[in-house]
């Protein structure tokens, strides 16, 4: 499939244990933030999203946290399975139409 | 709905070859986004349009670059003349015009030897 990163931050994970992953975002401005998740050899497909008069939003086993003070952003994924294998990006909203996407975290989820 | 779709899935040329990448938006989706990634820069955004109009190219890399939307299903990305750091994953996006949410393509891997 297509190679997305070798390089990225990685965070390796047992089966069933809760994962966090961490995202700095730039613009203080930024009103919208999402989170994608990245297979090998597919697109990025979308998790969950925030807007920022929000600091917490809950969807199935996953929780996004938003924190303006310090532009902070992170994904929890509770009882992570070898499916939640992947590159994860958080992307902020950019003018009308634009998403600026991070670098992505790589999550292994070990059996 | 089959989802964005782009072709080819896998492109392999030589360098200084016209490279033409295909996308078809998802139906009733009116704006349409191409993206690269590589390993040293990620995600990046090249060019957009809404109602098929480009309203965005600035991150088109060079002139050898060209996108065009003829109509609101279908929309292509060129490069002419290919180079080899051109060689990169190319990803299609669609979504509603005032929506945040992107729907991405499987992406073509592009080869430039």
């Known amino acids: 499939g297509e190679s997305v990163g070798l390089h990225l931050p990685t965070l390796s994970v047992q089966e069933g244990d809760n994962s966090i992953i961490n995202c700095a975002y730039s613009n203080s401005a930024s009103d919208y933030f999402i989170w994608y998740k990245q297979e090998s050899g597919k697109g990025p497909q979308f998790i969950i999203d925030i807007r920022s008069n929000m600091d917490k939003r809950q969807g199935q086993r996953v929780t996004v946290l938003l924190n303006k003070t310090v532009k902070h952003l992170s994904l929890q994924i509770a009882a992570t399975q070898p499916g939640d294998s992947a590159v994860y990006f958080c992307?902020?909203?950019?003018?009308?139409?634009?998403?600026?996407f991070g670098k992505g975290n790589q999550v292994v989820v070990i059996p | 709905d089959a989802g964005v779709i782009q072709s080819p899935r896998h492109e392999v040329t030589e360098m200084g070859q016209e490279v033409t990448l295909r996308c078809k938006p998802i139906s009733g989706h009116n704006s349409l986004f191409w993206y690269r990634q590589t390993m040293m820069r990620g995600l990046e955004l090249l060019i957009y349009f809404n109602n098929n109009v480009p309203i965005d190219d600035s991150g088109m890399p060079e002139d050898r670059f060209s996108a065009k939307m003829p109509n609101a299903s279908f929309s292509t990305l060129k490069i002419q003349p290919s180079e080899p750091r051109d060689s990169a994953v190319y990803f299609c996006a669609s979504s509603l015009v005032g929506y945040n949410e992107q729907f991405f393509g499987p992406g073509t891997r592009l080869t430039v030897l």
């Open positions: 992307a902020e909203k950019e003018g009308n139409n634009r998403l600026a």
